[in-house]
C-alpha cells in the first residue's frame, strides 16, 4: 500500500512546498497557520482540478433522478422472478433506461474516487512520511516531494496556538489539541448534515424523494457525521483541515449550483423562480409564468350522420345512389358547419348541444 501511495504522497508534499513558499513572502515560514493554509491550498487546487468530474456528476445525478421511475418500473416488472432468463432481461432493460437517459451511477460518485487517493496520501504524508524526515527519523536528511530536511523540521515542529502541529491528532495530542480537533470535527459533521439535508434534498424532484435512492439519501444524512465521529479523532489535524476545506467547498459549490441551475421540478427551482420575479417586481416588469405549457390535444371533427332517401322523385334509388348521394350531403353540411364555425368552436358547440340533449333526455325521464 505505501509503494501505491508513495507517488501521490511525493505530489501532496511538492504542493504544499509551493504553497507554503508563497505564503512566506506574507507570514512566518515556520509558523503553524502557514502550513494549515498550504493545506487548504491543496485542497483547493484538487477541488479546481476536478471541476470537470463535479458537472458531469451533477448531469449523471439528474439523469438518475429523471430515470428513477422506469428504473423502479423495470424492477416492479420482474420483482420475484429469479430465472436466468428473467435476470438477464431485467439487465437488459436497466441498461436501456441508462443509455435512454444518458445516466451513469459510477459518474456520481468520480469525483469521490478521485479525491480519496489523495485524502490517504496526505494522512500517510503527515503521519508516517513527515515524522521520518524529520529530526530524530530514520529518513532525516533525505528530500522527498520537495520537503528538504529544514522545511520537514518546520512543519513537524511549528505549532498553532501554542503547541499543536499538524501531525498531532485528538488521540495523542494535549488537551489544547483535543480541543482544537473536536472542533473541526463537529465542523465537519454540522456542514456535512447541511450540505445533504438543507441544499441536496430540496434540489431533488418529487418523484425522486421516494424508493430505495431516496432512502439511501436519507440514511447517508446520520451516517457520514458518524463516520467522522468515529475515524476523526485518530486523524492528524493537517487531515482534519483538509477534510473540513473539501467540505464547506462542496457546501459552497452545491449551494451556487442550486441556486443558479437547480433540477426541474424540485423546491429549490420554486425558490429562484419566486426570486427572479421578486427581482422583475422591483423594476417593474411583470412576473414571468415558469408553468410548464399545457399541450392540448386536437380535437376531432364529428362525423355527420345523414339518413339516405330510398326514393327520389317517385323513383326507388340503387344502393350506389343512395351512397353517392350520402356522400354528398354529408360533404355539404360539414362545409357548412366549418364556415359558421371557422375559429374551431365546433367542439364547444358540440359539447354544449351533447349537454343540452342529456338535460333534455333526463326531462323526458321524470
Known amino acids: 500500500m505505501s509503494k501505491i501511495l508513495m507517488p501521490i504522497e511525493w505530489a501532496v508534499f511538492w504542493i504544499m512546498v509551493q504553497f507554503h513558499k508563497v505564503l512566506s513572502f506574507v507570514m512566518d515560514p515556520n509558523s503553524g497557520w502557514t502550513w494549515i493554509l498550504s493545506i487548504v491550498g491543496l485542497t483547493v487546487l484538487v477541488r479546481i482540478l476536478i471541476l470537470p468530474l463535479f458537472a458531469k456528476q451533477i448531469r449523471a445525478s439528474r439523469a438518475m433522478q429523471i430515470a428513477g421511475p422506469e428504473l423502479r418500473a423495470v424492477q416492479q416488472k420482474y420483482k420475484g422472478k429469479t430465472d436466468p432468463e428473467s435476470r438477464q432481461a431485467m439487465t437488459q432493460e436497466t441498461m436501456e433506461v441508462y443509455r435512454k437517459?444518458?445516466?451513469s451511477p459510477v459518474s456520481s460518485c468520480l469525483p469521490l474516487l478521485i479525491q480519496m487517493p489523495?485524502?490517504?496520501g496526505l494522512f500517510r504524508?503527515?503521519?508516517y512520511t513527515l515524522p521520518e524526515h524529520s529530526p530524530g527519523g530514520k529518513s532525516y536528511g533525505e528530500t522527498f516531494g520537495g520537503m528538504t530536511p529544514e522545511l520537514a523540521k518546520s512543519a513537524s515542529t511549528s505549532t498553532i496556538f501554542s503547541n499543536t502541529t499538524i501531525a498531532?491528532?485528538?488521540l495523542s495530542g494535549t488537551i489544547e489539541t483535543k480541543l482544537i480537533t473536536g472542533i473541526i470535527i463537529a465542523l465537519m459533521c454540522a456542514v456535512t448534515f447541511l450540505t445533504q439535508k438543507e441544499l441536496t434534498m430540496k434540489n431533488l424532484p418529487p418523484s425522486a424523494l421516494e424508493g430505495p435512492a431516496a432512502n439511501m439519501q436519507k440514511i447517508?444524512?446520520?451516517v457520514l457525521p458518524f463516520i467522522y465521529i468515529i475515524t476523526g479523532p485518530g486523524m492528524p489535524l493537517g487531515v482534519l483541515i483538509y477534510w473540513l476545506t473539501t467540505n464547506v467547498w462542496?457546501?459552497?459549490q452545491q449551494w451556487w449550483m442550486i441556486r443558479n441551475n437547480p433540477t426541474p421540478g424540485s423546491d429549490a427551482e420554486k425558490v429562484r423562480h419566486e426570486r427572479i420575479n421578486e427581482k422583475r417586481a422591483k423594476k417593474g416588469l411583470e412576473p414571468l409564468d415558469f408553468r410548464p405549457a399545457k399541450v392540448e390535444k386536437p380535437v376531432e371533427?364529428?362525423?355527420i350522420r345523414v339518413q339516405p332517401k330510398r326514393y327520389e322523385k317517385g323513383r326507388r334509388l340503387s344502393d350506389e345512389?343512395?351512397?353517392e348521394r350520402a356522400r354528398r350531403q354529408r360533404a355539404e353540411a360539414q362545409a357548412k358547419r366549418r364556415a359558421q364555425n371557422p375559429g374551431g368552436s365546433s367542439a364547444a358547440g358540440r359539447k354544449g348541444s351533447g349537454k343540452k340533449k342529456s338535460s333534455a333526455k333526463k326531462r323526458n325521464r321524470r
Open 301 to 303: 371533427e364529428q362525423q
Open 168 to 170: 498531532d491528532s485528538f
Open 118 to 120: 489523495i485524502f490517504f
Open 250 to 252: 462542496s457546501f459552497g
Open 101 to 103: 437517459h444518458g445516466a
Open 125 to 127: 504524508a503527515l503521519f
Open 220 to 222: 447517508m444524512l446520520y
Open 321 to 323: 345512389e343512395m351512397l
